[in-house]
């Protein structure tokens, strides 16, 4: 999520890189990516295995918008989509003007990368009441 849920400038590379690493020759750290806990290794396997287990699953899905139609809509995309796109090097853009609906923090992300790719500007954010 780190390397693909937030924009480079605010978290750089480099700097990503480096603290993976410091993490990593602690020692005794194992990473295992691409692993389903329960069809590629059972819990009990887990726990019997490892002193202490790290569920660090992230936010892997985006939330649609409560709208008929959203999800057959090719040109509408999660927020975490688009920074996955966008952070990847792999947006295409073909609309001239962009709306960027939502809260949170993809909120903010997605309104920053916009720019970036040329882009008209408009924000339409959720509050709280």
């Not at 390397?3 to 005794?28: F, K, N, Q, S």
């Amino acid at each position: 999520m780190f390397r693909y849920g937030i924009p480079g400038y605010r978290t750089p590379r480099d700097v990503l890189d480096a603290e993976i690493e410091r993490i990593l020759a602690l020692g005794d750290i194992e990473v295992r990516t691409g692993v389903r806990v329960g069809r590629d290794v059972s819990i009990a396997t887990l726990e019997r295995d490892f002193d202490a287990v790290l569920w660090a699953i992230g936010a892997q899905q985006g939330h649609g918008l409560p709208v008929p139609g959203w999800s057959d809509t090719p040109n509408c995309v999660s927020g975490v989509r688009f920074l996955e796109a966008f952070n990847g090097g792999r947006l295409q853009v073909t609309a001239s003007k962009v709306i960027c609906v939502g809260g949170g923090d993809p909120f903010g992300r997605c309104g920053v990368g916009r720019p970036a790719v040329g882009q008209d500007q408009e924000y339409s954010r959720k509050r709280s009441r």
